[in-house]
């Protein structure tokens, strides 16, 4: 019999979704789940925010912990100091780990491969082990306390360096030797033929890197003492007392926190999935 | 227009692969030779040394009367096209063509000028405003040739530009290549595994294999006077028969096959006869049995597969070890072309017969061409 032939399936007790999603939908829903809260928290007075069992369902919405959270501390301060520590490492890792990547990917010098071991070997030392020696070197840059000092070690990761000499190296040599003969230079050839063929790459590389910019607390912690130089996540942990916390106020903060990136994730989703199905690593 | 010279180039690479041996080769001013051989046998190697893409080991190359061996591929005044095409895929045809132009920074209306002249040439109006993910084969294969010509190039070099287009397509290319060539008279290095493309192209053919080169002529001359058996094995389609024989006093005997060599020196050699030059015996004629097994009607002539009276041999083509036409053991079958009146039944045996001059001898040994 023909394929063509082949009798009509027959209309049965088929799911209108992939059985997968029986799964699928509880475990979103466990996923959503803390941050639906957040939300919840942000809006009861201070009383139903610490009221336990914790009220899930509040009988009034308070709003007004927004504006109230903003006033405590200089929120204002602290979207910009993310701003520029997210939107500067951005661009630095862009640049700099291209040129290294690329560097790794087609150059000949010695030691390449030893190099390029070594710097995978960073990737493999916990971020802690790293934090003392990096703090000594930027405090004798003195830049100690400063938005440069936190910019500055972020600037460029071996972790960059490696995802780009990854996808360079997927690039086929030809369209590098057919620049070369055109008489472009070797700096001509990354920037004109190699990187605007690697916009997903960068893409990806950017938004990881956003992403791990915009949320790290960990080395602002340790290097910014002022209040007016701290990022937002850094400045939502001084909502925390010693005693007690205003959760209400906090939640409102870092729903304000979390809008930058939901608006990246609404343009940008796309390259989201991208980088993490691309990297394996959801940071 | 200068031409190329190689002056003995070798190329080793990591591992001591020799890729180029010793490689020898003058392509006139104006002159369109061709690289053939199997693959792996050091041609784009070679064409990528010209190119400035590979340095070589050591020996001189020239593009003119200028030694270019440090002289890097942007600096040489040559242009590649490369079997992929190497398109770039984020510019359009009409930036493709301007790239190597505004590389040279050309005048915006110079590149604009010289982007038209070769796109009209090439009949690529249309295509300006496309990427190359939006053309066909034959249109990127276009583009490409586009891309080298526009910068009018000392030396044109073409890496098997047509082995990825259809066949119909490559007879269309390969008369489209030929005028272009005899219309502009750029320097060309060509290279290709694809014999017909040699033949039908090429001034001068130079097969090379394992790295060395084997022969160095015009086809006809290549086809004619084969130098060595491996050069006889691989010029021709289907390729030559080759047969272990005698050389005895001036007489030469490979199985039923006999006829004179006045002056031959006594031993072992090899007898070639191209499938074409064997017809039925007329009177006279040295000639040898032919079981047929397999008849291929082709309209215009038939080819016919199966066992001469005589003990065929192979030789190594492919030349990925040891030495280039060494005889690597039995042939398996023989081939004749004939005239499609002469069709042969399938399982009779026939006489086929050869006029003598068309037999070929070569030193079994050697592997050299005998001419006495």
Redesign the interface.
């Known amino acids: 019999m023909l394929p063509l032939d082949a009798p009509p399936k027959k209309p049965g007790r088929k799911l209108p979704f992939s059985p997968w999603h029986l799964f699928l939908m509880p475990m979103a829903a466990i996923m959503l789940l803390p941050l639906v809260w957040m939300v919840v928290v942000s809006l009861e007075t201070a009383q139903q925010a610490h009221s336990y069992p914790p009220v899930l369902i509040p009988s009034s919405l308070h709003f007004s912990n927004y504006p109230a959270a903003w006033n405590t501390l200089p929120f204002g301060d602290f979207f910009v100091n993310s701003a520029i520590y997210a939107l500067t490492t951005v661009a630095g890792n862009l640049l700099f780990c291209s040129l290294a990547a690329y560097a790794f990917a087609r150059m000949r010098f010695a030691g390449k491969n030893m190099l390029f071991v070594v710097f995978l070997a960073t990737l493999m030392v916990p971020y802690q082990v790293l934090l003392i020696p990096t703090f000594l070197i930027v405090k004798r840059l003195g830049m100690v306390d400063s938005v440069g000092g936190l910019i500055a070690p972020n600037l460029c990761s071996a972790f960059g360096v490696f995802m780009l000499r990854q996808f360079f190296r997927t690039l ?1 040599i ?2 590098e ?9 070797r700096l ?1 050839i990354l920037f004109k ?1 190699v990187l ?2 690697s916009l997903p790459a960068l893409a990806t590389l950017g938004i990881i890197q956003f992403m791990w910019s915009w949320n790290d607390f960990l080395w602002p912690l340790i290097i910014i003492d002022s209040t007016n130089h701290a990022p937002v996540q850094l400045g939502l942990s001084m909502l925390q007392g010693a005693h007690s916390t205003e959760w209400n106020l906090l939640m409102a903060g870092t729903v304000m926190s979390q809008i930058p990136m939901l608006v990246i994730f609404l343009f940008a989703q796309r390259w989201f999935i991208r980088s993490i199905a691309f990297t394996g690593i959801n940071q | 227009m200068p031409g190329v010279i190689l002056e003995e180039v070798t190329k080793v690479f990591p591992g001591d692969t020799v890729a180029v041996d010793h490689l020898s080769l003058e392509v006139a001013d104006g002159e369109f030779v061709i690289l053939v051989g199997s693959s792996g046998c050091g041609k784009t190697t070679a064409l990528r040394m010209i190119a400035g893409l590979d340095k070589p080991t050591s020996g001189t190359i020239r593009i003119g009367e200028r030694a270019v061996n440090e002289i890097s591929a942007r600096d040489r005044d040559v242009a590649m096209v490369f079997q992929n095409y190497a398109l770039y895929p984020h510019m359009t045809v009409y930036r493709n063509l301007a790239y190597p132009l505004r590389q040279r920074r050309m005048p915006r209306r110079e590149v604009d000028k010289r982007v038209n002249e070769v796109a009209e040439m090439l009949s690529l109006e249309e295509l300006l405003k496309r990427r190359p993910a939006q053309l066909s084969g034959g249109q990127r294969q276009r583009v490409a040739m586009g891309r080298a010509l526009v910068r009018e190039p000392k030396v044109f070099l073409l890496d098997e530009p047509l082995s990825n287009l259809d066949a119909k397509l490559r007879v269309q290319m390969r008369a489209g290549l030929k005028r272009l060539h005899s219309r502009l008279g750029i320097t060309t290095v060509y290279v290709t595994h694809d014999q017909v493309e040699a033949m039908t192209l090429a001034d001068r053919i130079a097969v090379l294999s394992d790295g060395k080169l084997q022969q160095l002529g015009s086809p006809q001359d290549v086809y004619d006077h084969p130098a060595n058996v491996f050069v006889a094995g691989f010029i021709g389609s289907p390729p030559m028969n080759l047969l272990r024989g005698t050389a005895r006093a001036g007489q030469v005997t490979a199985g039923q096959l006999v006829f004179e060599r006045p002056g031959i020196q006594d031993g072992d050699v090899v007898v070639g006869l191209r499938p074409e030059a064997m017809r039925p015996v007329v009177d006279g004629m040295p000639a040898l049995d032919f079981r047929v097994d397999v008849v291929e009607p082709l309209g215009d002539e038939v080819i016919v597969h199966g066992a001469l009276a005589a003990e065929l041999i192979a030789v190594d083509t492919d030349a990925t070890d040891g030495e280039v036409g060494s005889i690597n053991g039995t042939g398996i079958e023989a081939v004749a072309r004939l005239d499609p009146r002469q069709r042969p039944a399938e399982g009779s045996t026939i006489r086929l017969g050869i006029e003598d001059s068309e037999v070929h001898v070569f030193d079994a040994l050697t592997g050299l061409a005998i001419n006495v």
């Open positions: 086929p030809e369209l030797e057919a620049a070369r003969i055109d008489g472009t230079s001509g033929i605007p063929l």
